[in-house]
């Protein structure tokens, strides 16, 4: 799926539960070497940024870490619960060994009150 010439994934995670959504690369390409950054926002181009992920965790254990080839995302439950239940927006972006920043993909973050507590 794309929009606006981007390719687009929409993701959606309860605020009662981690999330962990492990990105595999295409044939003949890696993530090994790289670092990555994911931010949520309530719209693309707010200026505020509800979470802010990357390869350093978050005080309460969120991150980005490469395993073999694939980029894993892992959101602890605690940082779920701190972002409104909402259609919110988020975007990945991937550096290279050299520095390079690439659009890896984005789109709708859906966050969905959990019901099990």
């Not at 926002?41 to 254990?61: C, F, K, W, Y």
């Not at 990945?92 to 009150?113: A, C, P």
């Amino acid at each position: 799926m794309t929009c606006c010439g981007l390719p687009t994934l929409d993701l959606q995670a309860a605020n009662n539960a981690d999330f962990r959504r492990s990105i595999m690369p295409s044939k003949n390409y890696t993530f090994n070497g790289f670092s990555a950054q994911m931010q949520i926002r309530s719209e693309p181009g707010d200026a505020t940024v509800l979470l802010d992920l990357g390869m350093i965790q978050t005080a309460n254990g969120s991150y980005f870490q490469i395993v073999g080839d694939a980029l894993v995302l892992t959101i602890k439950k605690a940082d779920l619960a701190s972002l409104p239940v909402a259609n919110l927006w988020y975007d990945i972006v991937v550096t290279d060994q050299t520095g390079l920043e690439s659009y890896l993909f984005g789109g709708r973050f859906v966050v969905l009150e959990g019901i099990t507590q």
